[in-house]
């Protein structure tokens, strides 16, 4: 499918805000996801945003829609050593996922 | 409630050996699709289906086959496996799309595959 971009990798201090951005290609995805991966794992869905939204709160993650310029974004707050793993960023094809390549974030102490 | 259960864990074949890879879930889903996972390549859609006697191709069909006789199954065949196929292999399954309820799609805990 066509590319979903994110940046490959992100450093923050412990109690830092992390940003993880993301672009998405198709305009019609009815939902948005960011999924976490741990090492040899598998993956773990954070939170969605479905399309008519623009921001949405769990907890510590804040997840920002600009439909205009097809862009999203995961904000953690408050990170921790635990939160080091690597994001997708995921767009609905109307039937599977097209992921990102994935940020790997590092979380320093 | 399992969710969406992937067997084996583990597997080595030797080039030219064939190999189904399970995947069952328990949440009477309708979506269903597989995936593999490369170093730096993100997750790629092998082939998906949205429903029982429903499969389709997605980016990366070549070389796998799937079936879903079931609604609760979907599994993934290797004709002939090839070294290029040595990757982490993930099945999802979702409801669909715009039920309420709609809580993304769950993945499996995955099948690591070596090809040799």
């Known amino acids: 499918g066509e590319d979903v971009e994110q940046s490959l990798f992100l450093s923050v201090r412990e109690g830092d805000s992390s940003v993880i951005n993301c672009t998405y290609t198709?305009?019609?995805?009815?939902?948005l996801y960011w999924y976490k991966q741990e090492p040899g794992a598998g993956l773990q869905l954070l939170t969605y945003i479905f399309s008519n939204m623009d921001m949405k709160q769990d907890q510590r993650l804040t997840v920002l829609l600009n439909k205009k310029d097809k862009h999203l974004s995961l904000r953690i707050a408050d990170t921790q050593t635990g939160d080091s793993a690597i994001y997708f960023c995921a767009e609905s094809t109307g039937y599977a996922l097209n992921f990102g390549k994935g940020t790997s974030l590092l979380v320093t102490p | 409630n399992a969710g969406v259960t992937q067997t084996p864990k583990f597997q080595v074949l030797k080039t030219g050996q064939s190999m189904t890879l399970q995947c069952a879930q328990d949440m009477n889903h309708e979506y269903m699709s597989w995936y593999r996972q490369d170093p730096g390549m993100g997750l790629r859609l092998i082939h998906y289906?949205?429903?029982?006697?429903?499969?389709d191709q997605g980016e990366v069909p070549n070389g796998y086959n799937v079936s879903r006789s079931t609604t609760e199954d979907f599994p993934l065949r290797l004709l002939s496996a090839a070294p290029s196929q040595t990757s982490v292999y993930f099945c999802?399954?979702?409801?669909?799309?715009?039920?309420?309820?709609?809580?993304?799609?769950?993945f499996g805990s995955g099948t690591r595959l070596t090809v040799v």
């Open positions: 289906s949205v429903g029982a006697g429903i499969t």
């Open positions: 198709d305009s019609s995805s009815t939902y």
């Open positions: 999802a399954s979702s409801p669909t799309p715009g039920d309420r309820g709609h809580y993304g799609y769950t």
